[in-house]
Every structure is written in C-alpha cells, then in structure tokens.
C-alpha cells in the first residue's frame, strides 16, 4: 500500500543526497516514554533550549496522536564515514549534512505536498540561534521536532521500514522521515 504514492516523491529523497531511503508505515512508529526520558540525560546540550524538544515541544501521547494519522512516509538516512570512534570531526561533518539534506528536501517537499509532518535528526535548525523561551518561536508551521523526542525507537522504525540502524564498525548513520500523507 502507498507504494505508488511513495514512488512519486522518492526522488526528493535522492536529489538531497541520502545514502538510503524507505516507505515508511507510521503505524510501526511506537512512542516509549523511556525514549523522551532520555531527552534529560541532555547528551545534545538541547533540553530546555529550544521550542522543539522537551520539555516545550508536545508529549508523547499528542505526537502519537499527531504521527498516527498519516498514512504513509518516507524514512531518509545520511551514513557518514568515520576514520575511527573517536573521529568527532566525522561525526559532526556527517550530523551537518544529514540536517542540509533534510532542511532541502523537506523544503521542496512543502512546495509539492500540503499539510507534511517532518521529524528531524536533532533539534530545529531553522533559525541560527532558537528563541526559546524568550520569544515564542518564529516559524511554528516550520519547527522541526526530532524523532526521539516524539518518543519514537528508531531503531525499531528503521527495522521495520527496510533499513538498517547501523551500518557497521566505522559508520555513523543519521535518520530522519517526512510523513507525507
Ligand atoms: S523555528 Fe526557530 S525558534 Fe522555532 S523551534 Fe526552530 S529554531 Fe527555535
């Protein structure tokens, strides 16, 4: 199902570069509240700093709500090459081009397709410098939420739409979707 709808904005997802690309079934999307918890351990230095994570984005319950009423999507990966574990500069080059390819293809996938729901690989990298919680924020229709703080295993997403979650020794894999319809 959705195969031929899938087929006709697949190639957004080729022209921004991704390594790999899928179908996606918002169905196999399962929001666990461990996933958000994790959000606190703030590993990304973004909890509490910006209107798309937590605690100010939605809880999981409304993402739930929000994601379970499309039919269909697109999950995209960005796979970087890394020189070791320890290669930050990699891991920093391959999370920047993942966040570009996105911010492209969903901005040409709002010109084609109304009313997508995307969900990034981190947090909003809309505006240089987030408003939170000073100002409210400046482009609320446009505000990217990443996966994991909807609560969603992405794991468990990448297995069950076709792809892989890591790509092996030396590898550092980024992974983003757009549900569409
Ligand atoms: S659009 Fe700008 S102000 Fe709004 S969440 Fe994203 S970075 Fe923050």
Redesign the pocket.
């Known amino acids: 199902m959705y195969e031929e709808e899938y087929a006709n904005i697949e190639h957004y997802a080729q022209e921004a570069g991704f390594e790999h690309y899928h179908l996606l079934d918002p169905a196999t999307m399962v929001m666990k509240q461990e996933v958000r918890d994790m959000c606190k351990a703030n590993t990304c230095g973004k909890y509490g700093a ?3 994570c937590p605690p100010a984005c939605g809880t999981i319950e409304e993402y739930a709500e929000q994601v379970h009423k499309y039919h269909w999507g697109i999950v995209v990966q960005t796979v970087g090459q890394l020189e070791d574990s320890l290669d930050f500069e990699g891991i920093m080059e391959a999370s920047e081009t993942h966040s570009k390819r996105f911010l492209k293809m969903v901005e040409q996938m709002r010109e084609d397709c109304s009313g997508i729901l995307p969900l990034g690989a981190g947090t ?1 990298m ?2 240089k410098k ?3 919680p000073d100002e409210p ?3 609320p229709e ?2 990217i939420t990443s996966v994991e703080a909807t609560g969603v295993v992405v794991n468990e997403m990448c297995k069950a739409n076709g792809l892989e979650y890591n790509y092996g020794p030396n590898t550092i894999a980024y992974t983003s979707c757009v549900l569409v319809g």
């Open positions: 910006s209107w798309s909003c809309i505006c987030c408003t939170y924020c400046r482009f446009k505000r």
